[in-house]
Structure formats: C-alpha cells, structure tokens
C-alpha cells in the first residue's frame, strides 16, 4: 500500500516538473490491484512536493477508508470512481492542465493526431462538455451535443474549457498519454501555423 502511495506522490511530482500541470491543480488516481479500493490526489496539496502521505485511500462509494485523516478528496473524486467502473480495463487516470492542452480546451475542437506516434498510441481524442460527460461512458450527458453514446476505447478526453483527462493502463502510462497529448497540440499549432503562413491567399497578398 505504501509503496502505491509513493508511486502516485512520484507521478504527481513528474506531471508538475515536465509542465503538464500547475501545482496546485490537477488530480491523479490509480485503481488498486484485485480491491475495491483506490488512491487519489488529496485536494489543496501541491504537486511539486507531494508526498506519499497526502494521498487518500478511498473505496468504491468515495469514502475516506481512514477515519482520522485530516486529508480532503477532490471534488473530482465522483467521476474518477464512475470512470473505473464503466473502463475496468484502466488501472490509473489523470486531469492535467498543461499549456497548449488548456488552450486547445478553449477551441471549439479538438487538437489533431500530426504524427504517426500520436495517431499509433492515442488514436482518438474526444471533446466533451463537463465531467459528467467523462463518467457517463456508456450513456448521454444531458449537455452533450454529439450522438456517441460510448467512450470505449477512448484515452484522451479533452475537457471543454478545462483540461485534459487520460485513462492509462498504469500511472505511468496516463502520464504517457498526458505528456503525448500535450505534445501533439503544440505540434498541431505549429503546424497550423505553417499552413497559414503557406496559404496561396496569403502568398498573393505579398506579390
């Protein structure tokens, strides 16, 4: 149990360190092998020097499973529980707010796959309008406007005005696709940009 409390601390501290989140934003869970249990992020604790310690363990309702803690779950702690009951083929999930991800948030869609490496491993991502959309896997949202009705198989959720949601098969791997993600939108700018700059209106202008 410790050595999962530390891991969770550990990733925590990465997704701050590599600017996939600010400190005191963000929230990272992981499923507990052959349990009923879960780990999570506490609220109000920065990620740049988490420790193992300010990690909650919680059950499948959502409660504190200790009594004595003085610990707080984030008020995203619903969904997560909701997420790994509809996907119980992943082990971990996270919300990250990174830079280019929180921009692409604010478009009306979402950034695309540019290379081959994130079309091979990401190989979709979704917008969707509240986390209420992200736990309802296999149903509608009322505030959804497209007519999906499942999200299986689905990774990478770019939270409307928010940030990014990754389900991995590990901690590690949500990072994975979190930094992946992140990566191709800035990409996906650039390349925007590129085209832009290369469009015949535009290079006629100049004549």
């Given at each position: 149990?410790?050595?999962s ?30 349990t ?68 692409y ?31 309802r ?12 009705t ?10 409307k ?12 791997n ?34």
């Amino acid at each position: 149990m410790q050595q999962s409390r530390e891991l969770l601390a550990k990733i925590a501290r990465k997704a701050y360190r590599r600017d996939l989140t600010p400190a005191t934003l963000g929230v990272i869970s992981m499923r507990l092998p052959e349990t009923d249990l879960y780990l999570i992020t506490s609220s109000e604790i920065s990620f740049d020097d988490i420790k193992g310690e300010d990690i909650c363990l919680i059950d499948a309702t959502g409660t504190l499973v200790d009594k004595n803690t003085s610990l707080n779950l984030p008020a995203e702690t619903k969904y997560h529980l909701k997420s790994y009951q509809v996907r119980p083929d992943r082990q971990a999930i996270a919300h990250l707010y990174s830079p280019y991800i929180s921009a692409y948030a604010l478009q009306e869609k979402p950034f695309s796959l540019v290379t081959d490496t994130a079309r091979n491993t990401i190989k979709e991502v979704l917008k969707v309008q509240c986390t209420e959309c992200i736990s309802r896997f296999c149903g509608l949202c009322a505030c959804r406007t497209d007519i999906r009705t499942s999200y299986a198989g689905v990774d990478v959720l770019l939270l409307k005005e928010d940030g990014i949601v990754t389900l991995g098969s590990s901690l590690e791997n949500a990072l994975e696709l979190a930094e992946l993600a992140e990566k191709t939108s800035q990409e996906t700018l650039v390349n925007g940009s590129w085209k832009r700059i290369n469009h015949p209106i535009y290079n006629n202008s100049k004549q």
